[in-house]
């Protein structure tokens, strides 16, 4: 450091002499060197060139401080940039969501809420949301992602909101099979599954697809909501049973579609 410092006293020596010689040399260079012999004209014109040089370093590392500045403040706004567009790109991307369940499954969106918890201990399959009152969510509210059905709004707050996901063991929906007639209700069976139960007039085989039905009217009509497994007989064969899995995967849910009740 004290190196550092007596080579920046030096050079600001040098510079002071240079310019001085400078100064002085500027008009008289030319007279001595017509006067006098060269080696009398040399000193004087090496300190003439000496300023000169020195001002230009001077001048270079001016630049260069200004340029680190810059490059620094370029820098800077980069990040900003990169930042900004990162948020633009997730709101893009959370927008098409909305629009694809605007689209595919209900006109009426409410907002796009993100998913702060999650309750999976087995007894029950609830979801907690970062929206609340204040956002415009209200109990009876149907929760879903562009996949399919996730749940429905049970409980808010001021600022968060419950979700009874379809895996809960308390829900209920209504749901058909694809396009086949007949309704039946399907109930959580947790850890993963869904277990409705249909008439034992409905056609149901594993790989149809389960649309929510009218049965108990708490969803719109026709959101996906799993894909059978297994199919069996139950009570004797006075019902249909289908054991079915949903087509969300609620463990990876970050965001869902809030809709209006019916």
Same mark, same amino acid.
């Given at each position: @450091?004290?190196? #550092?410092?007596?080579?920046?006293?030096?050079?600001?020596?040098?510079? &002071?002499?240079? %310019?001085?010689?400078?100064?002085?040399?500027r008009p008289l260079a030319p007279g001595f060197a017509l006067s +006098?012999?060269?080696?009398?004209? +040399?000193?004087? #014109?090496?300190? #003439?060139?000496?300023?000169?040089?020195?001002?230009?370093?001077? =001048?270079?590392? =001016?630049?260069?401080?200004?340029?680190?500045?810059?490059?620094?403040?370029?820098?800077?706004?980069?990040?900003?940039?990169?930042?900004?567009?990162?948020?633009?790109?997730?709101?893009?991307?959370?927008?098409?969501?909305? %629009?694809?369940?605007?689209?595919?499954?209900?006109?009426?969106? !409410?907002? !796009?809420?993100?998913?702060?918890?999650?309750?999976?201990?087995?007894?029950?399959?609830?979801?907690?949301?970062?929206?609340?009152?204040?956002?415009?969510?209200?109990?009876? @509210?149907?929760?879903? &992602?562009?996949?399919?059905?996730?749940?429905?709004?049970?409980?808010?707050e001021a600022h968060r909101a419950l979700v009874r996901t379809l895996?809960?063991? /308390? =829900?209920?929906?209504?749901?058909?099979?694809? /396009?086949?007639?007949?309704?039946?209700?399907?109930?959580?069976?947790?850890?993963?599954?869904?277990?409705?139960?249909?008439?034992?007039? !409905? &056609? !149901? &085989?594993?790989?149809?697809?389960?649309?929510?039905?009218?049965? %108990?009217?708490? +969803?719109?009509?026709?959101?996906?909501?799993?894909?059978?497994?297994?199919?069996?007989?139950?009570?004797?064969?006075?019902?249909?049973?289908?054991?079915?899995?949903?087509?969300?995967?609620? =463990?990876?849910?970050? /965001?869902?579609?809030?809709?209006?009740?019916?």
């Open positions: @450091m004290r190196e #550092h410092l007596l080579s920046r006293l030096l050079f600001a020596l040098l510079l &002071a002499l240079g %310019l001085a010689l400078a100064a002085l040399t +006098f012999s060269p080696l009398t004209a +040399f000193p004087l #014109h090496l300190g #003439h060139r000496l300023g000169q040089n020195l001002r230009a370093a001077w =001048s270079a590392l =001016s630049a260069r401080q200004d340029l680190l500045a810059e490059n620094q403040r370029l820098k800077e706004e980069v990040a900003r940039l990169t930042t900004e567009n990162a948020r633009l790109r997730l709101e893009v991307a959370r927008l098409a969501r909305a %629009l694809e369940v605007k689209a595919g499954q209900a006109p009426g969106v !409410v907002a !796009v809420a993100p998913v702060v918890a999650e309750d999976a201990s087995g007894l029950y399959r609830r979801l907690v949301l970062g929206l609340g009152s204040q956002d415009g969510l209200r109990p009876g @509210m149907p929760v879903t &992602a562009p996949q399919g059905l996730v749940g429905l709004v049970v409980e808010v895996l809960d063991p /308390e =829900s209920r929906v209504g749901v058909r099979v694809g /396009e086949k007639p007949g309704r039946g209700v399907a109930r959580g069976a947790p850890p993963g599954l869904l277990v409705a139960e249909f008439p034992p007039t !409905v &056609a !149901v &085989a594993p790989g149809d697809l389960l649309l929510t039905g009218a049965t %108990l009217g708490l +969803f719109p009509d026709g959101i996906p909501v799993g894909r059978v497994e297994r199919v069996e007989r139950a009570q004797g064969g006075l019902k249909v049973r289908a054991w079915a899995r949903p087509l969300v995967d609620l =463990s990876l849910l970050e /965001e869902v579609v809030v809709l209006r009740p019916l």
